[in-house]
Every structure is written in C-alpha cells, then in structure tokens.
Nanobody, 120 residues
C-alpha cells in the first residue's frame, strides 16, 4: 500500500517561515508528480505548488517568490519551503502525488494534511 505522510505544520508569526515535508512509502516504481494543495475554512481547495519528474516546479501566483517546492527521488520525498508567510496562507496543507506502483499503473494519492496557522 502506498502512503503519504506529511509533517512540519504549526503556528508561525507573519513574516516567518515553515518547511513542510511529505514522504511517500510503499511498493513504488516511480513518482510522476508531487504537489501541495491547501484549503482554508470556507474556501475552495487550491493547488499551491507542483513539481514533476523532470524537476520543473509550478506555483500559484499568490506564493511565487515566497514558496519553493523541491523533491528527492531517492527518498520519495517532497518539501515545501514557505518564507515571508502571511495570514492568508493559513490553511490545511495536503500532499498529493501521482505514483506508479511496481506491477501497477499511475494513480493519485493524498496525505491526511498538516495545519499551518499564520498569526500574531
């Protein structure tokens, strides 16, 4: 069974930084893409950042220049470095990955999420 486990969320003051981590485990053949989504109470879920197997990242406009997504294929791990945090960044952040299992096919997996709160 493939599982995604997130960590790194917490409470931080405006202007501060957090680093989120998502580790995939299981009988993995390859990971095509890994991404971070977020959802604040009463708002729609949005894609924050995504990184593909070639290493190219894409970001939503509101986090460009502040957030950095990276991955380590040897560890099946993706990180989201968040700098210059704003109160509007407060949300539950969830890891998403498109993974092909050994002997299987590509499918989407989700982590349970980690809460980020930006407040003074």
């Amino acid at each position: 069974q493939v599982q995604l486990v997130e960590s790194g969320g917490g409470l931080v003051q405006p202007g501060g930084s957090l680093r989120l981590s998502c580790a995939a485990s299981g009988n993995i053949f390859s990971i095509n893409a890994m991404a971070w989504y977020r959802q604040a109470p009463g708002k729609q879920r949005e894609l924050v950042a995504i990184i593909f197997s070639g290493g190219r990242p894409n970001y939503t406009d509101s986090v460009k220049g502040r957030f950095t997504i990276s991955r380590d294929d040897a560890k099946n791990t993706v990180w989201l470095q968040m700098n210059s945090l704003k109160p509007e960044d407060t949300a539950a952040y969830c890891c998403n990955a498109v993974i092909t299992e050994v002997g299987g096919y590509a499918r989407t997996y989700w982590g349970k999420g980690t809460l980020v709160t930006v407040s003074s």
